[in-house]
């Protein structure tokens, strides 16, 4: 019989991940989209690098950055008693930095493909930002919105490399589903690592079909 805290520790993970991400993204890829800022190429593609970047390199990056041996972890542990390393407070850290492109990138396509005469038209009737983002913008690109929420948090639940840099396997801490995969494949207890990888493909391919299947319904409802 499998232990059971992995699974919950993981979609723990994912969802306190994904709702810290789309309370984030959302005023960043507003600004994003509309600021005139010359730099905002430089900072989308520090936003896509996880995309690229090899997961062991970001984990090792952020491990050495939050160890209280140097200057960012020590100032958190001196001022704020805060120890990311081997902590599953720094397991959220780093998912939120790993996954920001899931969340960001179909925001910020969905914001961008959003004719302009829209936030003019709220501005020209004299509406705030903050009501042009939450009852203009937002409903018209609720299908990348859902696209970027599912995408994360089915994301998060796949992570290995980083999370088993910055937080190792400490038994209902930081010991998530891919690290017990892991580490029952080098026991050789392949039943349990089969059970656990299976139900991480049943429950990754229900969410990427959920995502294809509300992007078909939402495209014939903008054809019809």
């Not at 050495?64 to 140097?70: C, K, T």
Request: net charge neutral; hydrophobic share 55%; aromatic share 12%.
């Amino acid at each position: 019989m499998i232990n059971l805290d992995p699974l919950w520790l993981t979609a723990k993970l994912a969802l306190i991940t994904t709702i810290i991400l789309l309370v984030v993204s959302i005023p960043l890829c507003y600004w994003l989209c509309y600021s005139r800022f010359r730099l905002k190429a430089v900072i989308e593609a520090l936003i896509s690098l996880p995309l690229v970047l090899p997961p062991s390199v970001l984990g090792f990056y952020l491990l050495i950055a939050f160890s209280p041996e140097n200057a960012f972890g020590k100032f958190l542990a001196d001022y704020f008693d805060i120890r990311l390393v081997f902590t599953f407070e720094g397991l959220i850290l780093a998912s939120v930095l790993y996954s920001l492109p899931f969340m960001v990138n179909p925001i910020l396509s969905g914001l961008k493909n959003l004719p302009p005469v829209l936030q003019e038209a709220s501005f020209t009737l004299g509406k705030s930002r903050v009501t042009t983002i939450t009852k203009i913008l937002i409903p018209n690109i609720r299908a990348s919105l859902f696209t970027g929420i599912i995408m994360t948090f089915a994301h998060t639940l796949g992570e290995f490399g980083v999370v088993l840099m910055v937080g190792g396997s400490i038994p209902e801490e930081t010991k998530v589903v891919s690290i017990a995969i892991y580490e029952e494949v080098e026991a050789m207890n392949y039943q349990n690592a089969n059970i656990y990888a299976g139900i991480l493909f049943v429950f990754s391919f229900s969410i990427l079909l959920a995502v294809h299947l509300i992007h078909n319904k939402h495209r014939k409802t903008t054809l019809y």
